[in-house]
């Protein structure tokens, strides 16, 4: 049986009146992942049972063999055993490395690097790598179209970049790549059956439609898609957002609260189309405003915080305003938010690394002289600029969508070539100096903010 979130509600009604199935599949969108696979524990372990009745097994360490033995086996004191593996290994493949990817450069973006590595450390595991394999040069070997092909991304000095700390931060805490699993033993076990009424619960973020193993679950068990639209068309934008708005809508109504336009619109930018950010965000926002019925965009202001890559635009625009004072409060609001210094940093690098290709590609085609800066046009650099882009540009720019490219030209205008080589000499430095394990990496970023912040005044002899 396969079916969708919106089906999910009659399945609870049928295991409500007691229908079993031996085993159930959920994958797809994190946060409705762990709501389904809660409220689905809730109503396979009654209140009959102790909650000894619940095995759960991290995916990471989980063996695929022990599993199926907890399986095989009667419990002594409960009817039925109910076995809920967490992020489970079994359907990594090379169909599910794009998506673990995604997962990881997620992870980092929110600041926790932890599980921005484990998420790198399965993908590697579904495709075969190893820490190794990464340190003798694997990543720069690739060719272009298997980049894309294996990973979904084009391939860059930054990616490659990101990808080798990656490597570096799971050496160094003891972690490697996930290996893939054998699904055979699974597949014959299913086939068999399990003991008695026991029950096998798998989630994870991503599978492999084409696995012969996915077939069997739908088969004799459940299987829900809990996936949002995820893609870069334009289609799959919409239909996200579509469903993320229903998500927050029906959410809204259950609190008995209202939003209004400007502090919606506000709330999304801000919290992105992500739905464990954006519930989590709301408790706060609900909290904040008590009794009152109606959520205002002073309250989103107040409450919920800029995100990362947000805030480092804010930053970048105190820097070109030359307002240190503002720039060192975004800092700050970031350190605040616990997002590690590194982060910080590193997205600190890549903006400079931008602008500058921004002040080169300006050189390159001249397009200043033509067109005067404030009328530059968005239409204009659609229809002329953005069609000049080669390989060496798309490597700068990765996936950036062309309004955000246009913007970074805009904002290139602040900038000298000479402000931006020195940033970029400073921030490099500091990459030395935090790896190190300095002992006030807050206080050294800070300085950096305020001397970029200098700007024209300061001379290639500074140093942080």
């Known amino acids: 049986m396969l079916l969708n979130k919106e089906q999910l509600s009659h399945l609870f009604e049928d295991l409500q009146k007691g229908k079993r199935f031996p085993v159930f599949l959920l994958f797809g969108d994190e946060y409705l992942i762990s709501q389904a696979a809660s409220e689905l524990v809730n109503l396979l372990v009654t209140d009959k049972q102790s909650p000894s009745a619940l095995v759960t097994v991290d995916g990471d360490r989980e063996q695929t063999v022990e599993t199926i033995n907890e399986l095989n086996t009667f419990s002594l004191f409960e009817p039925d055993k109910i076995v809920w593996v967490k992020n489970s290994r079994i359907f990594y493949s090379q169909t599910t490395a794009k998506e673990l990817l995604k997962q990881a450069k997620k992870a980092d973006t929110e600041g926790d ?15 075969g790598w190893t820490l190794d394999d990464i340190r003798a040069g694997r990543l720069h070997d690739l060719a ?10 084009r391939k860059s000095e930054d990616e490659i970049q990101w990808m080798e700390e990656l490597v570096r931060f799971l050496a160094d805490s003891g972690m490697g790549a996930v290996a893939a699993h054998d699904t055979k033993a699974l597949e014959e076990a299913l086939s068999a059956g399990f003991a008695g009424r026991n029950t096998l619960i798998l989630t994870c973020l991503a599978v492999d439609k084409r696995s012969r193993l996915f077939g069997q679950i739908q088969k004799v ?8 639209e995820g893609d870069s068309t334009r289609k799959s934008r919409q239909l996200r957002e579509e469903q993320v708005l229903k998500h927050l809508n029906e959410r809204l109504k259950k609190e008995k609260k209202k939003i209004d336009v400007p502090a919606r619109s506000l709330f999304l930018d801000r919290t992105g189309y992500d739905l464990r950010i954006i519930n989590q965000e709301l408790d706060k926002l609900i909290t904040f405003v008590g009794d009152r019925g109606a959520i205002e965009r002073r309250d989103v202001e107040e409450v919920v915080g800029l995100s990362k890559e947000e805030a480092i635009y804010e930053i970048m625009n105190a820097v070109g305003e030359k307002n240190a004072a503002r720039c060192l409060s975004l800092f700050r609001r970031l350190v605040d938010q616990e997002i590690h210094v ?32 404030p009328e530059l046009t968005f239409s204009f650099f659609q229809q002329n600029l953005y069609k000049k882009f080669d390989d060496i540009d798309r490597k700068v720019l990765g996936a950036m969508a062309p309004w955000a490219i246009y913007k970074l030209l805009q904002d290139a205008v602040r900038f000298s070539v000479n402000e931006l080589a020195l940033s970029m000499e400073w921030l490099l430095e500091a990459d030395i100096k935090l ?3 300095i002992l006030a990496p807050e206080q050294l970023l ?9 700007g024209k005044e300061i001379t290639a002899g500074t140093r942080v």
């Open 113 to 127: 690097r932890i599980e921005a590595a484990r998420c790198f450390g399965r993908m590697m595991g579904a495709l």
């Open 144 to 153: 272009e179209k298997q980049w894309q092909s294996t990973l979904g991304v």
């Open 221 to 228: 068990g459940v299987v829900v898609d809990l996936s949002l």
């Open 342 to 373: 590194m982060a910080i940093q590193s997205l600190l690098v890549r903006k400079v690394r931008q602008l500058l290709w921004a002040k080169g590609f300006d050189y390159k085609h001249n397009y200043s002289s033509r067109t005067a800066r």
């Open 435 to 437: 790896k190190s394990g």
């Open 446 to 454: 800070e300085t950096i903010l305020v001397q970029m912040c200098l």
